[in-house]
């Protein structure tokens, strides 16, 4: 009997005002197993960028699919996160030579799909192959802020990787929003129109 083969999938920022939602896609290799998988948020930095390479290099298949800023105010974030996800299996997909035969998604809600998929309240918690796709969609992200961060330095978004911190807003104040933004969010679109609160 073949294996059969289970896919978790997860996203990185939905909250933030800028850059892209990014969904990372694994399919866990049962004879090569890795210690440590949780919940990206629940690791330092060091470990999610060291369980990231072990997912590299153990996983059977691993797929990452993002939806742009542009994307996220043309359908909304939640649409976006679901193409996110959908491109996540694909890219999957095309390394595993096959769809999986089933997808494990976090959160309350999946994303169309030919194939069977679960969604999973807390999955990242619950289920390995969902907690590998956490690290790789928050690894994946927050290494795209720090480009963006080299970029655009004004902004502090490697300090608050684009989240809707204080020093964000005061910076969106001062420079008005750069090309990444979102400008679909309430914060970012304020500023644009010249509302101070």
């Known amino acids: 009997m073949s294996l059969i083969w289970i896919c978790g999938v997860d996203e990185a920022g939905r909250g933030p005002l800028v850059g892209a939602v ?18 990206s948020k629940k690791l330092s930095p060091a470990r999610r960028e060291y369980l ?14 993002e939806a742009s800023p542009a994307e996220i105010d043309d359908i909304n974030i939640l649409q ?8 996540a299996i694909e890219d999957l997909t095309s390394r595993l030579g096959a769809w999986p035969d089933k997808a494990l998604i976090d959160g309350n809600r999946c994303p169309e799909l030919p194939i069977p998929s679960e969604a999973i309240i807390k999955g990242d918690s619950k289920e390995p192959a969902i907690s590998a796709a956490s690290i790789i969609a928050k690894v994946t992200r927050d290494r795209q802020m720090q480009i963006l961060d080299k970029l655009h330095p004004q902004y502090g978004f490697a300090q608050h ?24 969010f309430s914060p970012v679109r304020k500023v644009l129109e010249g509302i101070t609160s």
């Open 80 to 87: 976006a996160t679901m193409l996110a996800m959908r491109r």
């Open 52 to 65: 990231f390479e072990q997912i590299m290099e153990k996983a059977k298949a691993w797929g990452v699919g």
């Open 22 to 39: 990014v969904a990372g896609a694994v399919v866990l290799d049962p004879n090569n197993p890795i210690k440590g998988l949780k919940d």
């Open 161 to 184: 990787m684009g989240y809707p911190t204080e020093a964000h807003f005061a910076a969106l104040k001062a420079y008005g929003a750069c090309d990444e933004h979102r400008r679909s």
